[in-house]
């Protein structure tokens, strides 16, 4: 197969930026949730974790953990349905679909990563985001129009 036709596919850049988000923002904050610890607590909220004590403390790590798990979970799982959708679909459909993503990734990934560190990483994980989202919104724009 041609390379440069490969790379002019929505699907083959989809496919690499649900992988690669998967990877790092789905694993890895489902499988550190899943471990548990008060690593995450203690580096991203210090001043929070020295003021608590006791259970006020167990608490919260409890609830940076779930929010750690859920946040990996989601991602996982929306990687999945990216895959599902340009995977079982060809022409203009998958060329919105690709779009879809895009967004979509943009959105729940990049400013989702917030809601789990805040500040910290902030403008790396939309950095990140967005560099993985832009190839999936050009190809599926120009797929879109060729047809």
Known sequence: MDIKVTLMEPKTWVTVGSVIIMLILGLGPLMTGLEGGTD???????????????????????????????????????????????????????????????????????LGGYTVNGDAYFTEWVSLCAILAAPMLITGYMKLNAE
Do not use: R, Y
Request: aromatic content about 10%.
């Open 40 to 110: 995450h607590a203690d580096s991203e909220h210090p001043e929070l974790m020295e003021s608590l004590s006791g259970e006020d403390k167990e608490a919260f790590v409890d609830v940076v953990n779930q929010e750690l798990f859920v946040f990996g979970l989601w991602n996982f799982t929306i990687c999945l349905m990216f895959l599902a959708m340009v995977n079982l679909t060809d022409g203009e459909t998958q060329a919105k679909l690709a779009m879809v993503a895009a967004g979509s990734l943009l959105f729940v990934s990049g």
